[in-house]
């Protein structure tokens, strides 16, 4: 997934070595919980 300025925003898991900053990832996170809440 890439955000407005092009980077890649992954939340951080097993396995992945990339580093998000804290800031695009809060907004990664916020954009998957408003994603799961239209669904819910």
Avoid at 12 to 40: C, H, N
Wanted: glycine letters at 16%.
């Amino acid at each position: 997934m890439l955000d407005g300025e092009g980077y890649i925003a992954i939340p951080p898991g097993p396995g992945i070595g990339v580093e998000v900053p804290a800031d695009r990832l809060a907004r990664y996170t916020i954009q998957q919980e408003r994603l799961y809440s239209r669904k819910g």
